[in-house]
């Protein structure tokens, strides 16, 4: 479906994710977030995901504020259903433990029922302050794959066949789950996170397949695993799938740094290029927390990779192809 799709076919190569904008990690100001978008899309990125998630709809709002400045026409905004954020005032005064540096005032509520879908919706367009949203996501649906087959993806193809929403798809660090779902036949595209990258490529057997056979797209997400990648050189304590690496993960990224310097090349630019590279791969969604690494996504994707880089990367056995 994805081939065919007037909104997939619009992505631009490059698209801005927005959980910074939700705090993660720790507070983005306002001004940070407002850098982080207006570098991006003074650059050409007319690509924008977000999510409830993303600090229990802080970003949402961030997002929708901030890009009420540009015409709606020229970009593509995407959000995700799955979570529902409903009031908690018994843990206000906690800080949300799912890694945003909001309070806790809200809980997210897991939630794929069709009537769940379109509530979630409702939720974010009054956040996003918008009467709609190109792309729509169910988010992180892996051990609820029935009631996705079931009731999410139909609920969310009917949106899509209102015209409330342009296009559907997947978005998930699931391999196993994205081919699963995919094979459905309903979706548009699939948002794949960490799971194609220069560390861990298990998505290229388990998703590429039936995506191909489906003529889904796929973004690529994550494509940093939560940091290792994002240097030139992994740091010695560095973060793999939000906790410590293993030591012999740092020692794979450092080997692979290696021959990026070799030809000149830093390791968060491979990243970048590793991913754009393949032609199942239409965008490749980086998060920036203020305009300087706004900036830096976009050289490190415009920068061209020497083909004897993976070359060299296969000979030692470092990537497959």
Not at 122 to 129: A, H, K, P, W, Y
């Amino acid at each position: 479906m994805g081939g065919t799709n007037e909104t997939v076919q619009r992505i631009t190569r490059l698209g801005l994710g927005l959980s910074q904008l939700g705090n993660m990690g720790r507070v983005t100001t306002d001004a940070e977030a407002e850098g982080a978008v207006r570098t991006s899309w003074d650059a050409g990125v007319r690509y924008y995901d977000t999510a409830p998630h993303y600090g229990l709809g802080l970003s949402e709002a961030r997002a929708g504020r901030i890009l009420s400045e540009f015409p709606r026409e020229e970009y593509l905004l995407s959000t995700k259903v799955g979570r529902l954020l409903e009031p908690s005032p018994e843990t206000a005064h906690r800080r949300d433990d799912e890694g945003f540096a909001v309070p806790a005032g809200l809980r997210r509520v897991r939630d794929y029922s069709r009537d769940g879908i379109r509530r979630s919706l409702e939720s974010s367009l009054m956040r996003l302050g918008t009467d709609r949203v190109d792309i729509l996501y169910l988010h992180d649906p892996e051990g609820h794959e029935r009631d996705a087959l079931d009731n999410a993806i139909p609920a969310m193809a009917a949106l899509r066949d209102e015209g409330t929403v342009g296009a559907i798809g997947l978005g998930t660090k699931d391999a196993r789950t994205a081919a699963e779902l995919t094979r459905s036949g309903a979706l548009d595209l699939v948002m794949i996170a960490g799971r194609f990258t220069l560390l861990d490529d298990s998505a290229r057997d388990r998703l590429f397949p039936a995506a191909a056979e489906t003529a889904t797209s796929i973004v690529a997400a994550g494509v940093y695993n939560s940091g290792l990648l994002s240097r030139a050189r992994p740091a010695a304590d560095g973060q793999f799938e939000y906790g410590p690496a293993p030591t012999s993960m740092i020692e794979r990224a450092n080997r692979i740094a290696d021959v990026c310097e070799h030809f000149d090349v830093d390791l968060p630019t491979a990243a970048v290029a590793y991913c754009l590279r393949d032609p199942q791969v239409i965008s490749v969604v980086l998060g920036a927390r203020n305009g300087s690494q706004a900036q830096s996504n976009v050289q490190r994707c415009a920068r061209d990779v020497p083909e004897a880089l993976w070359d060299e990367l296969r000979a030692r056995h470092l990537i497959d192809i």
